[in-house]
């Protein structure tokens, strides 16, 4: 009973909803960049099949292959820690530098299999009309890939807010950092923290599903 | 990071390195094993007639799947000592990442079953199967070809995941690394070797689930080719 009332306190929970905006503030910065970092990506991977014959699109295709390839299959900790130890950067900013740099490579590979699933006769068709590369991808393919690709982007940022966790391993005070601090405080109430947090990051992802599938519904009515 | 020295000094304790490998491809395989035998239950409870069941499968997917890792691992690593159980730390992130990864892996063998088109049951039953008969020799081992690439994903990022236990103050490649990096301040040569020890483990495991992905395409080609060859009459049946 005497940790629940620890843990209760106003200012036990004031310390871990600053540390809530913190995660908020980290995983806002990395779904927007990654965002764009993985659409870039992905692009620069799937040129290489819409201009088989440009050699430099295909010799970036390929370096854009082994490049996600590579950051893909490493730990994210590892990339933030290398962030913070090479960079110089302040904590926050390598742990969303180290997030970014994984996520917009898984992200590259979420929306490329978007861009595959588009048919090429849609390519053809405007080629045909005249029209370029970069304006057939922006009005025509992407819109349609990123429609279809809405399910697995936001499963990708869920992963994003969880992963906003291991910034407390570069001394980040976000929510499970403030968590950690607070259990030092009292440590007996270390169950009940970590399934207060727990329960936070659970809500805060069920609302962004929740909202996801409002988003799909809607798109989904528009493309008809 | 191009200085000599620096590598020379990682070469010569390699046995940190060595050591941290081996804890980590330890971990993790304990906890693929606890992963599959939870994922297999935990995804055929979804498909049974039972209620509570497919609650019980609904609960631990949203719930292991919706909150952090690292969240999960406190609350054991911190909490447990207070209901008086204490565990080692690998116990602890065995239990973890096999629990979180589980949840992953009971997704994609309930999709996996869930593929498998209903006529399959129906045209099964007509002959005479029961519902076990039918699952073991029907349905478990098409549905387990269409688990197998995306499991073999789970798989790489169960690898990547046991970096967790750097975190725990811990029993990993990464902790080790880490450490030792802290000691040396190679923060350069440190963490290229760890990146290359991982990918080591991970790229030959995503490049597998490729080879069976593909492998998988071709072989739905291969059941629809005779067919076709046989209407179109090339082929006699």
Known sequence: MHALQVLFQPSSLTFLALGFGVTLEIAAATIALSFVGGIVLAVIRYSGDIHPDHRAAVAASRAALWWIEAIRNLPMLLLMLAMRFWSGLPPIWAAIAGMTLFTSAVMAEIVRGGLVSVDRGQWEAAFSQGMTSPQILWHIVLPQALRRMIPPIVSEFVTIIKDTSYAWGLGVIELTGSGAILLAKQPAAAMQLFAVIAAVYFVTNLALRAYSRRLERRYAAAAY | ?237
Request: net charge positive.
């Open chain 2, 1 to 237: 990071m191009f200085e000599l020295w620096q590598w020379q000094q990682l070469f010569s304790d390699w046995r940190v390195f060595a050591a941290g490998l081996g804890q980590t491809i330890l971990a993790s395989g304990l906890a693929l094993v606890l992963s599959l035998v939870l994922g297999v239950f935990m995804g055929l409870f979804a498909l049974v007639p039972l209620r509570a069941l497919r609650w019980l499968n609904r609960v631990y997917v949203e719930v292991f799947q919706n909150t952090p890792l690292l969240v999960q691992t406190f609350f054991l690593y911190y909490g447990l000592p207070h209901a008086g159980i204490t565990l080692p730390v690998l116990a602890v992130g065995v239990i973890a990442l096999g629990v979180y990864t589980g949840a992953y892996i009971a997704e994609i063998v309930r999709a996996g079953v869930q593929a498998i088109p209903k006529g399959q049951y129906e045209a099964a039953y007509s002959q005479g199967f029961g519902y076990w008969a039918t699952m073991r020799h029907i349905i478990l081992p098409q549905a387990i070809r269409v688990a197998l690439p995306p499991l073999t994903n789970q798989v790489v990022n169960l690898v990547k995941n046991s970096q967790i236990l750097a975190l725990i103050p811990g029993y990993d490649l990464m902790y080790q690394a880490d450490s030792w990096t802290q000691q040396t301040l190679l923060y350069q040569p440190g963490y290229v070797t760890v990146a290359v020890l991982y990918l080591c483990l991970t790229l030959p495991l995503a490049h597998l689930a490729r080879k069976l992905e593909r492998m998988l395409a071709r072989g739905r080609a291969e059941e629809v080719r005779p067919t076709v060859a046989r209407a179109s009459g090339s082929v006699p049946a």
